[in-house]
């Protein structure tokens, strides 16, 4: 999938998509309570109330950089906490090629956060050590966020992934560490949406007077924005994502803002009562 927004491009490269089986990301986000809201079908529920969302990357072209938003899950990584993203064996690197994203063409790696399904790709296993998948990139990464998965990734799950996704960047000398309101280029800059990680980053994407907001996982699922209070599991704060959203979704509700979500795809932000909807971009 492909959006412009004036001299930039955004285009949507996928990983893995689901079905259901996210009661373990969203626990209220019932089947009940999602047909509720009738809006969400079919792009972004299914008629039975399950949740449709992705994991994926979003390569943002601008008019002097090649940017790659997030980096999924990666393979052969180990320790993670869901089964099925360990030892992965995908031909997702091929996939990019394909669609006119060689490894060697992309020149910023860009995390909004240093989660498990957003790094992954950051690395890949090369003679049995993690190396830089993007060798011509330089990696942004909050400065926030960086220093608090290095002194706080006290869990096996958490260290697991800062040591093969993140810490080789930093050896290599690749990464950049950046305030959380980082001016990256003309086009984009960043947005401090902290809650569901403590250094949490949005991209807002400015162009020929057209606007994009890349949330992140500012929400998980447009759900969250009739309900602002169903924060996720993996949020580490709860109370503070629900202000964010709040905040971030108060900022470009009826607007043009094109909006795409780390987790679900584009569409427009409305106010709707005292929460907001999520008008699919058809």
């Not at 956060?113 to 060798?135: Q, R, S």
Request: charged share 20%; aromatic share 8%; glycine share 8%.
């Amino acid at each position: 999938m492909q959006w412009t927004i004036g001299k930039v491009k955004i285009t949507k490269v996928v990983e893995l998509e689901t079905v259901g089986s996210t009661r373990f990301i969203l626990p209220l986000a019932t089947n009940e309570e999602i047909q509720k809201l009738p809006w969400l079908i079919p792009h972004f529920a299914t008629e039975e109330g399950r949740l449709r969302m992705s994991i994926h990357t979003l390569i943002v072209e601008t008019p002097s950089q090649r940017i790659m938003v997030d980096t999924g899950l990666g393979n052969d990584k180990e320790g993670r906490k869901v089964p099925t993203w360990n030892n992965r064996k995908e031909p997702f690197l091929e996939r990019m090629t394909e669609a006119g994203f060689a490894p060697d063409s992309i020149d910023t790696v860009l995390c909004t956060h240093l989660h498990v399904d957003h790094v992954g790709w950051n690395t890949k296993l090369a003679g049995g050590k993690w190396v830089p998948t993007f060798p011509k990139a330089r990696y942004v990464f909050g400065k926030t966020e960086y220093e608090h998965w290095r002194d706080h990734s006290n869990s096996p799950e958490h260290a697991a992934v800062f040591n093969d996704s993140v810490k080789p960047i930093a050896d290599a000398g690749l990464a950049d560490l950046v305030a959380s309101d980082h001016r990256l280029c003309d086009e984009i800059t960043l947005i401090p949406t902290p809650g569901h990680s403590p250094g949490h980053m949005s991209i807002h994407i400015v162009s020929e007077g057209q606007q994009a907001l890349l949330t992140g996982d500012a929400a998980h699922h447009p759900c969250q924005m009739a309900h602002l209070d169903w924060s996720s599991t993996a949020d580490s704060d709860p109370r503070q994502s629900a202000v964010t959203r709040r905040e971030l979704f108060g900022r470009f509700a009826d607007t043009p803002t094109l909006v795409i979500g780390g987790h679900y795809n584009a569409g427009h932000i409305k106010r709707d009562g005292a929460g907001f909807k999520f008008i699919a971009l058809t």
